[in-house]
Structure formats: C-alpha cells, structure tokens
C-alpha cells in the first residue's frame, strides 16, 4: 500500500540535544497527524495538523503542516530518555477518505 | 475516558489455523478501523467501518480475512486459516471523525 516518505530512519542523539525529522508526500493532504509508538504498545497520537503552514506545539514537541500540504515536519527540544521510540507521521485526505497513509517511522534512541 | 481495548494481547498459533482478533473502541466512536503493522512498517488499513457498515474494505484479503461490527460498537477480525506470512501486529483504532485516530495496543500475532 501507498506510505509515505520519512525521514530519518533512525536517530542517535545525546540527551537535551533537540530532534528534527519530517514527512513527505505525492499527494495532498488535508491533515497530518504525528503519532509515538513504544515497544509493544499501539501508536500514540502526539499532534494533529489541519491547516497549510499550521505550527502546532504539544510541550516540547513542535509540527507544522507545510505550505504545499504535501510535507510535515516534527521538532521535539531538549530531549529526554522517555522520548525514545518510533515516531509516524501520517497523512489523511479526509472526507468519504478518511483512511491514515503512515510513514514507516524513525527510530529515536536518547544517550543519557 | 477508556482507550480502545483490543484482545487477546498475543496469540501464537500453528498455519493453517483459525484465529479471531477482538476489539471494543472508545465510547461514542462511530468509525473503527483494523490496520496491520508489519515489523518495521507502518500501519496500514485493512478496514473501515461507519457504524456497522464497512466501507472501505479494499485492501482486506478475502480469501482468508473476514471482519464484522454487528451492532456497531465493537468489531472481530477473523482469519482463516493463517499463514506464515501474517504474523504481525493487528491495531484496531476509533475516532469520531476521520481527522483523528486513537489506535488500541494491539494483537501481536505469531503463526509458526
């Protein structure tokens, strides 16, 4: 099935460092969503974008909905060992479509 | 507000097998979704119910994969029989509207 392009695939950072990571698409979206998943866990949902050029912050975690709606970014400052996990973005055209195109997720690893 | 609560947690079993997946989504969701996540992967939809109407079930196999929601609250996902190749984890998530889903933890599924 169709998913979307993430970026990176996995990260090593030290604690306190900040994370950049972002989405893109072929298609349009009208909303993006950011979700965590932990090990053996369901996906968490951090963040939902609704609007082109929307900036979004949920304490430290930051998102924005890019200008052309084919692209998503999440920022995430000063990070802590408990932000370890993979994070999805995922893309939803809305409407009579109401299904989630998910990205296949970056792997964040935290160094205390 | 309880989550989305999905049965069992993990279930092994030998191919060719049948196997039945539950879940009861939050209180007041019309719309229920089973997505499978492969390892690595992120989700992808299998299927979508509006109340007890499933409408979008093109990417569910049918050969093998059945799933039901009678009364419109909580929804089975059977397969019959298994194979190898659908190990993996199945996600049922809920929303109210389409621009949000909260996922359950899953059914972490081994077929040997």
């Known amino acids: 099935g169709q998913q979307l392009n993430q970026s990176p695939q996995s990260m090593f950072i030290q604690e306190g460092e900040d994370v950049s990571m972002n989405c893109t698409s072929s298609?349009?979206?009208?909303?993006w969503l950011w979700y965590k998943q932990d090990p053996g866990e369901g996906p968490v949902l951090l963040i939902a974008?609704?609007?082109?050029?929307e900036l979004t912050s949920n304490g430290r975690l930051t998102a924005q909905f890019g200008i052309t709606r084919k692209d998503s970014f999440l920022n995430i400052s000063a990070s802590i060992p408990s932000d370890v996990g993979i994070y999805f973005c995922?893309?939803?055209?809305?409407?009579?479509?109401?299904?989630?195109?998910f990205g296949k997720g970056t792997k964040l690893s935290v160094k205390p | 507000e309880a989550g989305v609560v999905q049965s069992p947690r993990y279930k092994i079993i030998e191919k060719k097998q049948p196997v039945a997946f539950w879940c009861n989504p939050i209180?007041?969701?019309?719309?229920l979704y089973w997505y499978l996540q492969n390892l690595g992967q992120g989700p992808e939809l299998l299927i979508r119910?509006?109340?007890?109407?499933?409408?979008?079930d093109s990417q569910l196999p049918k050969d093998r994969f059945s799933a039901e929601r009678l009364k419109g609250v909580d929804s089975t996902l059977k397969i019959q029989p298994a194979e190898l190749g659908d190990s993996a984890v199945y996600l049922c998530?809920?929303?109210?509207?389409?621009?949000?889903?909260?996922f359950g933890p899953g059914t972490r599924l081994t077929v040997l």
């Open positions: 119910y509006e109340n007890e109407e499933a409408v979008d």
């Open positions: 298609s349009i979206f009208n909303t």
């Open positions: 998530a809920s929303s109210y509207d389409s621009s949000k889903q909260f």
């Open positions: 974008l609704y609007k082109a050029g």
């Open positions: 995922a893309g939803n055209y809305g409407g009579s479509q109401g299904n989630l195109i």
């Open positions: 209180s007041g969701h019309n719309t």
